[in-house]
């Protein structure tokens, strides 16, 4: 199970933490991604991070707004959102792929397991 967290209202310019924690399964088997859907859009990605942490990346259109991190410790990935605009409203998903190696991906098709996602509403 993911649970993801964090999202709210927030005005632009504002930062914002989102966590995804995960139950029931090896965390570090899995490397984690964040995707966003903004409503009538597509399910974008936001970004990927290694089963070790070790490499992530993030989606080049957020010119290095967003980060993204992991505690293998506490089961949880974390995206960081900084300098905030209205266009980053949607909502945002956390999600786990087998980690066959220690890489990324931003290939949505990729990702098998998914949460419930969390809300994000950036006012201008």
């Known amino acids: 199970q993911l649970q993801a967290s964090g999202g709210g209202l927030v005005q632009a310019g504002d930062s914002l933490s989102l966590s995804c924690v995960v139950s029931?399964?090896?965390?570090?088997?899995?490397?984690m991604g964040w995707f966003h859907q903004a409503p009538g859009k597509e399910r974008e990605f936001v970004g990927t991070i290694s089963w070790s942490g070790t490499r992530w990346y993030s989606a080049s259109s957020l010119k290095g707004r967003f980060t993204i991190s992991r505690d293998n410790a506490k089961n949880t990935v974390y995206l960081q959102m900084n300098s905030l605009k209205p266009e980053d409203t949607a909502v945002y998903y956390c999600a786990g792929r087998p980690a066959g190696y220690d890489g990324t991906s931003t290939y949505i098709p990729d990702y098998i397991y998914w949460g419930q996602g969390t809300e994000v509403t950036v006012s201008s």
């Open positions: 029931g399964r090896t965390f570090s088997d899995y490397g």
